[in-house]
Nanobody, 123 residues
Framework: QVQLVESGGGSVQAGGSLRLSCAASGRPFKRYAWAWFRQAPGKEREFVASIDWSGSTTSYADPVKGRFTISRDNAKNTVYLQMNSLKSDDTAVYYC????????????????WGQGTQVTVSS
């Protein structure tokens, strides 16, 4: 059974940092692309960042460029999202997702999803 489990969410003041982790189990994900998405209350899910299987190609949504960094450890089947200079607009449930093939900013491309972790940024 494939499982993606996020951790690292929580409450932080504006300007602070959090590091999200997503650990996969049930199959090897070395050749999979990973991504992070988020969904704020009353809003649609939106793309945050993606990374290819090798870790050499990353992509970020404009609102998080320069503040967030996605990375992966294939030996641990884990992907990370380092979030710095957090803003109140970053408040959302954050989801990790995995897909075979190339990374994408489209949620429908990802077949595996985690349950989400809440990030709350207070101003």
């Amino acid at each position: 059974q494939v499982q993606l489990v996020e951790s690292g969410g929580g409450s932080v003041q504006a300007g602070g940092s959090l590091r999200l982790s997503c650990a996969a189990s049930g199959r090897p994900f070395k050749r999979y692309a990973w991504a992070w998405f988020r969904q704020a209350p009353g809003k649609e899910r939106e793309f945050v960042a993606s990374i290819d299987w090798s870790g050499s190609t990353t992509s970020y949504a404009d609102p998080v460029k320069g503040r967030f960094t996605i990375s992966r450890d294939n030996a641990k089947n884990t992907v990370y999202l380092q979030m710095n200079s957090l803003k109140s607009d970053d408040t959302a449930v954050y989801y990790c997702a995995a897909a075979g093939g190339l990374p994408s900013d489209l949620g429908e491309r990802y077949g595996y999803w985690g349950q989400g972790t809440q990030v709350t940024v207070s101003s």
